[in-house]
């Protein structure tokens, strides 16, 4: 039985939507909700402030693509992110971003959707990202005080790949060490 060729970057470039390279396999990632795209799009907004105040790096939006040479992946496609290496022109960007943010949607949930958003993270950590976010949206919807996780932001960093900052409504998060000296309230994240 013959095997199928290994999905390279050119081929990435020719896929009309969001995806992401991985064990040699184009991965084509579902389009966002209303909520996630606006949460992700405040990140953008924020980062963006704070480069062009900094005068350094970059925020990056969603469906970029960044190429990294490991073993089982060859892109990432984050949500948002933060990126200091060179302008990529009109090609991917080259190495993983210093910061990343996973915005989850509705299929994010479940044992198997854990499994594949704590393999991601690892994937970003080997590449070289600093801190990854995991945004949770779906509970601070609910309007439900019995909800027993109001995290909204888990923060993971190379430091504490496991054991992530939380933070909640009402709070700043941040991306220490990644990008340094910013934050943005968490309730930036939610519709107004």
């Known amino acids: 039985m013959p095997t199928k060729p ?3 970057i050119e081929d990435l470039f020719n896929v009309p939507e969001k995806a992401e390279i991985v064990n040699g396999e184009i991965v084509r ?5 209303g909520r ?12 963006r402030q704070y480069a062009l105040r900094a005068g350094r790096g970059r925020a990056v939006g969603d469906n970029k693509g960044f190429i990294v040479y490991m073993p089982n992946r060859e892109s990432f496609s984050p949500d948002a992110a933060y990126y200091d290496g060179p302008d990529p022109g009109m090609k991917f960007y080259e190495g993983a971003p210093n910061f ?4 989850r949607s509705e299929g994010d949930y479940g044992a198997r959707a ?6 991601k993270r690892s994937d970003y ?32 960093s190379t430091d ?9 409504r009402g709070q ?3 991306a220490e060490s990644a990008v340094p000296g910013w934050t943005m309230p968490v309730d930036d994240l939610f519709t107004k």
Not at 36 to 47: I, M, N, T
Not at 100 to 103: G, K, N, S, T, Y
Not at 114 to 119: F, G, I, V
Not at 160 to 168: D, Q, T
């Open 36 to 47: 996630p795209g606006y949460a992700a799009d405040e990140v953008f907004v924020s980062l």
């Open 6 to 8: 290994k999905a390279t």
């Open 125 to 156: 950590f080997l590449a070289g990202t600093k801190v990854v976010w995991d945004v949770d949206l779906r509970n601070n919807y609910a309007n439900d005080a019995n909800v027993a996780d109001d995290a909204v932001v888990r923060k993971y």
């Open 160 to 168: 504490n790949p496991v054991s992530p900052a939380i933070f909640r």
């Open 29 to 33: 990632l579902m389009p966002t909700g």
């Open 114 to 119: 854990e499994r594949e958003l704590a393999d």
């Open 172 to 174: 700043l998060a941040d």
């Open 100 to 103: 990343a943010v996973e915005v």
